[in-house]
């Protein structure tokens, strides 16, 4: 990245506002833009009947020579619009200046040795670090270095109990495809046994002989990036061994299922897999690693509910279930027989959803309380310990480590309070500051408040709005709606640094915790699903409707904004309530809903969506509200930019090639219809952060331009 100079700052801060005044009106007429022509082809599906046109299905193919001239074209064109805008590079500059403050992550310890990420402030990927006792620290390993451009990160590290060995994964330009590399940590000499080709994987450690791992066949149609990706298979890699040798332990023809994964408890005792076909629902195995020869034995035999063994104690095991508990409880079983006929409650469900952890030889429920952090200690026979006094409303996470340590690691953030770690100690519940955040950002200059408003049903959801303390209520405040809606996720505040670029220019930032996430258990999850799916597009147009409102914006002023699900949550109701909105982004979306279900691991989000081939019942629910079919001829679109990455291998681009295409030409006004595509990244995770900083600048000055409005330099 270019280094701006102060004095060009300064000079960039005394003339923005004056050339964006005078300049406003010079850019490229909205009514008479030029988009690349889009070919359309005659292919037809037929529904039950119902035929159904698809005319840019030649965008799915990414390894074609027109899809790629089609990027390119597009690309064209939205970075010559960009261009144009008089205060994009202000707003470069200033997200450049608010992210160039040292980051740090959670330490953690492995061996004799604590590990931590950081940050110096424009690093493209951050750097892992490691320190022994009171010693300076060192690098361990630097991702920047993995490739010229930094878009190959590194996706996760695993060590082994002992700490002498780690597995790390890269990801070549954001892809979900990862290879592993084996290192020993004392010298870091890297073991000569590289695996390629592992897709949606943890590594688990058993010893220092080897370790589990998962991964799909790579597919035999389409390319890697799109192909279809059907079952997930469970391998064991012996250290010094060839891949090809790994033995396959579950998965497979025998058990074919899509998502596979595996860890251990911490005394290596267990092997835990954990086997769906979805993303909500799945079956707990546990294999016996002392008794050699031992047999993979089912905990839970179906995909109802979901599992997972969050600690044991000798053959005694502690599961976190929501069986009978929508909101989640322990329970406790021997190993020897652990069907559910036998668990025992040892942590009742409550009104509020729990995530367990394990740190110190506790056990710490984390609870989701109207989408803030809630978190008491118990000790392991179920006894209340301590509430965690945190520093206020906001999301806490972290609360692990082993049993024998005395003291962990854990972060707090909100949208208004900066990421921060704090050091816990066990034995009196006492928490001490750690890191705090070095960002260019004052706390007490912004408010973040939770209402509640009542959606298309009287279903009462609630927003958190986040706003510059004294901001007017007058209706004309550049307004950003966020949302998701899906899989059981929960949107907990959490601070970023790009919002501030909003905030403190008098914008107004909300996020609504809408049905089909995970913020009031699975009930909440399942009313935003399959055949309720409409009710996660009434509840985030009835938060606009509760904006507009209560005078925090207007139409004229409000964007909606959301990523991957969320991405579909803006696209379909940009074509349900077009009125409603001003500026779109819809970004790595899910956004043809008859067809998601064809590509990479899309399959598995049948639980949340269903498919086009369930029932006809199903195919006209989908077909109705599928951002791609839902568009009209003629309709005055919101001024829209789409963002996607042509490494995209789980939300494939051709969502987002096919939306703008249809876009393009349905658009009946003049405000703009671009997309973005990154080159190198994926959907997101690893993401170098020069790239994050363009795609921003992007984003507020396209909003800000098409809102009528100018981003002014702070005085």
């Not at 590079?89 to 953690?108: C, D, V």
């Not at 958190?464 to 209706?475: E, H, M, V």
């Not at 598995?604 to 001829?633: C, I, N, Q």
């Amino acid at each position: 990245m270019k280094q701006i100079t102060k004095k060009a700052l300064l000079l960039l801060a005394i003339l923005s506002p004056l050339l964006a005044e005078a300049q406003l009106n010079k850019i490229s007429n909205k009514s008479t833009m030029t988009y690349p022509v889009t070919k359309e082809g005659a292919v037809k599906d037929n529904y039950f009947g119902t035929e159904v046109s698809d005319p840019y299905r030649w965008l799915e193919d990414d390894r074609s020579e027109e899809t790629k001239a089609w990027v390119v074209a597009q690309n064209a064109v939205t970075q010559k619009y960009m261009a144009q805008i008089p205060y994009r590079n202000l707003i470069k500059a200033r997200l450049t200046h608010l992210m160039n403050y040292e980051k740090y992550s959670q330490p953690f310890k492995k061996g004799a040795y604590t590990y931590f990420y950081k940050n110096t402030g424009l690093q493209n990927q951050s750097v892992l670090y490691r320190q022994k006792g009171d010693q300076e620290a060192e690098i361990f390993l630097d991702p920047n270095t993995f490739s010229k451009d930094a878009t190959t990160s590194m996706a996760s590290i695993d060590f082994s109990k002992d700490g002498s060995l780690c597995a790390y994964q890269l990801s070549a330009g954001g892809s979900d495809w990862t290879n592993v590399v084996v290192m020993k940590t004392t010298d870091k000499t890297i073991v000569g046994d590289a695996l390629i080709d592992v897709k949606f994987s943890g590594i688990a450690w058993h010893g220092n002989e080897g370790f589990y791992y998962s991964s799909y066949d790579k597919p035999k149609e389409g390319s890697e990036l799109s192909g279809l990706t059907q079952y997930h298979k469970l391998y064991f890699h012996k250290l010094s061994t060839d891949q090809k040798y790994d033995v396959l332990i579950f998965g497979g023809e025998k058990t074919p299922r899509r998502y596979v994964g595996a860890e251990l408890t911490e005394d290596e005792h267990y092997l835990i897999i954990s086997a769906a076909n979805t993303t909500s629902g799945n079956e707990l195995y546990i294999k016996d690693l002392k008794e050699p020869g031992s047999a993979i034995i089912s905990v839970v035999d179906n995909f109802d509910q979901n599992h997972s063994v969050v600690d044991n104690v000798g053959t005694k095991l502690y599961i976190y279930t929501n069986l009978n508990a929508p909101n989640g409880r322990i329970v406790t079983v021997d190993a020897a027989d652990p069907k559910p006929a036998n668990w025992k409650e040892l942590i009742k469900e409550t009104a509020n959803v729990l995530t367990p952890s394990t740190g110190g030889g506790k056990l710490f429920t984390n609870y989701i309380v109207d989408a803030v952090t809630k978190v008491l200690q118990y000790d392991m026979n179920g006894k209340l310990e301590h509430e965690i006094e945190l520093p206020g409303l906001g999301t806490a996470i972290g609360f692990s480590s082993k049993k024998h340590e005395k003291e962990l690691f854990y972060t707090f953030t909100s949208y208004v309070y900066p990421t921060t770690i704090f050091k816990y100690d066990v034995a009196n519940g006492k928490s001490t500051l750690y890191k705090k955040s070095g960002v260019d950002f004052d706390p007490l200059q912004y408010e973040s408040k939770q209402f509640f408003y009542a959606s298309k049903d009287g279903t009462k959801v609630p927003i958190i709005i986040t706003y510059k303390k004294g901001t007017p209520l007058n209706g004309k405040n550049p307004t950003v709606l966020y949302g998701y809606g899906g899989f059981n996720i929960s949107l907990t505040p959490a601070f970023s640094t790009s919002v501030v670029a909003l905030l403190e220019q008098g914008g107004i930032y909300a996020v609504a915790n809408l049905r089909g996430g995970g913020e009031y258990g699975e009930q909440w999850h399942l009313a935003g699903t399959k055949l309720q799916k409409q009710n996660v597009f009434d509840d985030f147009i009835a938060a606009a409707e509760y904006l507009i409102d209560q005078k925090y914006t207007a139409k004229e002023y409000l964007a909606s904004m959301g990523g991957s699900n969320g991405g579909l949550l803006v696209g379909a109701t940009m074509a349900q309530r077009p009125d409603l909105f001003k500026v779109t982004f819809p970004a790595v979306g899910v956004l043809d809903m008859l067809r998601y279900h064809k590509f990479t691991s899309g399959a598995g989000w049948a639980y949340d969506y269903g498919t086009s081939e369930d029932s006809e019942r199903m195919f006209e629910y989908l077909y109705k509200y599928s951002p791609v079919h839902a568009l009209k001829p003629g309709v005055a679109y919101p001024a829209t930019l789409i963002t996607t990455a042509d490494h995209d291998d789980r939300v494939v681009p051709a969502h987002s090639f096919k939306f703008a295409a249809t876009l393009q030409k349905d658009q009946g006004g003049d405000a703009p219809v671009l997309i973005s595509i990154q080159t190198n990244a994926g959907h997101g995770a690893g993401k170098p952060t020069d790239k994050a900083i363009e795609e921003i600048a992007d984003k507020w000055a396209f909003m800000f331009y098409n809102m009528g409005l100018v981003y002014k330099p702070l005085q």
